[in-house]
């Protein structure tokens, strides 16, 4: 309807097909509602590129965009079309999915994982030339309206866990209780 159309004209980030962060929250807070509405999950992804700062500091921001191009790329990839990427800042992106719960976000993140483990990226900054991301995983609330940067901060507790421990890291689940079923 005319909410796509116009999320369609939104600007997208400097990143090719990825929107910037102000239009996640915009787009966020609508599709948030519209799952709340219908009963329908909704569920965000908080993707960090491991390592980032070396590759920038040792080859400069050229490689850096192009190396956040390509894992950018390779998430999309991964995507429905109804899903939404947007550039959260730095390394990091968001992904919304719209009517995909927890679990099923959970191996859309692997799937994005594996994707990106796949590209070749030339930098001694890189581990055997294998690019990394670590993910959280949150879902707003079914019952109450659920911002998304409380969702985002769900999501995030997970992701710095991944991040300290080990990189690569995909299994940083978080979310309220889930509804009930009505009796």
């Known amino acids: 309807g005319a909410g796509r159309a116009a999320e369609g004209m939104a600007v997208p980030d400097a990143l090719p097909g990825a929107f910037n962060r102000r239009h996640f929250f915009i787009a966020g807070e609508r599709r948030f509602a519209h799952a709340r509405r219908l009963h329908e999950p909704a569920s965000v992804l908080l993707l960090d590129v ?12 050229a490689l850096g965009d192009r190396v956040l191009i390509a894992v950018a790329q390779a998430c999309m990839a991964c995507m429905r079309e109804s899903d939404l990427l947007a550039r959260y800042g730095g390394e990091e992106f968001l992904v919304i999915y719209s009517n995909q719960d927890l ?54 507790a997970p992701l710095s866990r991944g991040n300290t421990n080990d990189r690569n890291c995909g299994d940083g689940v978080d979310a309220a209780p889930p509804p009930q079923p009505a009796s």
Do not use: W
């Not at 491991?50 to 921001?61: E, I, M, W």
């Not at 030339?129 to 993910?135: D, E, K, L, P, R």
């Open 103 to 156: 679990d099923s976000a959970l191996v859309a993140a692997n799937r994005m994982r594996a994707t990106v483990e796949g590209l070749a990226v030339q930098s001694p900054a890189v581990a055997r030339g294998v690019m990394t991301i670590s993910v959280g995983v949150a879902a707003p609330s079914a019952e109450r309206a659920d911002p998304p940067d409380s969702v985002l901060s769900r999501a995030d």
């Open 50 to 61: 491991d390592d980032f700062k070396a590759v920038n500091d040792l080859h400069g921001h």
